[in-house]
């Protein structure tokens, strides 16, 4: 990472491909020496050193997490998109339909 410190790194790859979950381990203090930046990307910070269980248990919350958001993503894929544009076109479909078949206001 040769002219790029680890805050500057992760802001690139969620550039890059934001729905990426990230853990930060850092050696910093404070969680105040990593913010703002690196909060509004990580979905964890970890402070070195890390017991093994901490991090396992962090990477274990993290996956869930991430099929969470997936399964809801693909929930709301399912759902009919019932936007403004196609209320218009439906509406534009029933009038022309109703001309076409010589039907009156009702």
Do not use: W
Request: with cysteine; aromatic share 6%.
């Amino acid at each position: 990472m040769a002219g790029m410190d680890g805050i500057e790194t992760l802001g690139m790859l969620k550039d890059i491909r934001p729905e990426m979950q990230c853990i930060v381990l850092t050696g910093l203090h404070t969680p105040e020496d990593f913010l703002p930046e690196g909060e509004k990307n990580a979905c964890s910070l970890l402070f070195k050193p890390v017991d093994f269980e901490s991090l396992a248990q962090t990477i274990r919350e993290v996956h869930n997490q991430g099929l969470k958001r997936r399964d809801e993503k693909k929930e709301q894929e399912k759902k009919p998109v019932h936007s403004a544009r196609n209320r218009s076109k439906f509406k534009e479909t029933f009038i022309k339909l109703k001309k076409l078949y010589g039907v009156e206001n009702g």
